[in-house]
């Protein structure tokens, strides 16, 4: 075939394939059941923040869950400070960032408050970064109290443990605070370092800059959706606020899909469409069950 002909045949295989495009709601990709098992450890580590007894690694089924865990590093005392944990895991070869959450419906109210403020994010911390990258101001707030001596430890575990894989996990407000987590050790630590986040159930963080920064920094980026859960629509896009990719959608237990992302409600089947207002959500499903696993201060027997 001359190259002009494979270029006509190119043309029009790409013409067909970019014609779904077009339609407003895009299809999404069914998640496996291996793929789906795959993020039970991450749920635990994100059940564990809420559990007593997470400091010694002994808070019930949720640490049990990962057993082999080392726990380097605890902290917060779950009111100014949201609990926090840092260790490494021997089975998945990685260093373990985990944020707590909070009460879903003080959560709730919160973040429809209309007065929630977007701000530019610290420079210290976050060097390099554009000014137009906002995020919600209590996020940045809660997420600076503990960021230089997380990212202090995630240092000495990096060099002890010979690892490069850093994974940032948290449910509800831990889930915005890993998001911001990512970001900050992306920017942070050496390049060549492979940061992940895994959240469950996050609020909006803050506005599309900064969304495109996450999808930028963090291209390992899971946030878990559950059901008709309320909290992933708060603040409203109307207020300037965006989600970055890698939603994957709980519809019911053993079935869930990868959404394309892009927050803007056009992903059939995924937390937009699903939850289109508050008034349509159902604020349990905040709590899970995620895949079998319930996340909350009542979640820990
Ligand atoms: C930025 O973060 C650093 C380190 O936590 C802190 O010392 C500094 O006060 C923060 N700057 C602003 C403007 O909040
Ligand atoms: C980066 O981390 C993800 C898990 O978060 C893992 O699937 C992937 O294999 C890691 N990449 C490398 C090169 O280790």
Redesign the pocket.
Known sequence: MHSSSIFVALSALSSCLAAPLTLNRRTVTPVSAAELASFAPFTQFARATYCDGFQTWTCGPACDANSDFELSLAGGDGNDIQNFFVGFSPSLSSIIVAHEGTNPIELESDLTDVGVLLVGL?S??FPGVSSSAEVHDGFRDEH?KT??SILAEVQTLMSTKSTNNVIAVGHSLGGALAELDSLFFALNLPSGTNVSGVTYGTPRVGNPDFASLIDQYVPNFKRITNEKDIVPIVPGRFLGYQHPAGEIHLISPGNAVSCLGDDDGTDSQCIDETVPNVLEGDILNHLGPYEGISLGTLACG
């Open positions: 610290n210290t911390l600076e960021a230089t």
